[in-house]
């Protein structure tokens, strides 16, 4: 179970989790331009983490955990506190062979966050325009 501390807001990210995934998401986040720096970030996936990146993680330890679990299981939604969560984003496989089903799957994981906490800022990368 995520401890929060107080006055430190949280992030929750899920969908497709991988070290070029998370790498270019938090080049992004944690750029030096941005001004919100101190936010921890909660990484929400059911496989366990590769190698390479549980090594990110360790390199980031101050602002980064992992959780493996679903988004769309209530109790890993408890455990990393999406109910006081800032936002939630749902990052989406840029190389998948079906985009419609990846679309599909992430859409799936925005209906069961919202079901939890229907106030909680959702982003999600879709892969087809239609599917906005």
């Not at 998401?25 to 983490?49: C, N, T």
């Not at 994981?109 to 325009?129: A, F, T």
Request: with cysteine; glycine share 4%; hydrophobic share 40%.
């Amino acid at each position: 179970m995520f401890k929060q501390e107080r006055g430190r807001r949280h992030v929750v990210v899920c969908g497709h989790i991988t070290y070029d995934s998370v790498s270019g998401f938090i080049a992004d986040f944690l750029h030096e331009d941005r001004d919100d720096a101190d936010v921890v970030i909660l990484f929400l996936h059911q496989m366990a983490p590769d190698l390479d990146l549980q090594a990110l993680f360790k390199r980031h330890f101050t602002q980064m955990l992992f959780f493996q679990g679903s988004p769309m299981n209530p109790n890993d939604l408890r455990r990393v506190k999406m109910d006081t969560a800032d936002a939630c984003l749902i990052l989406a496989n840029k190389y998948s062979t079906d985009p419609g089903a990846e679309d599909s799957c992430n859409i799936m994981r925005v209906i069961s966050i919202k079901n939890y906490n229907p106030k909680i800022r959702v982003i999600i990368q879709l892969m087809e325009y239609q599917n906005k």
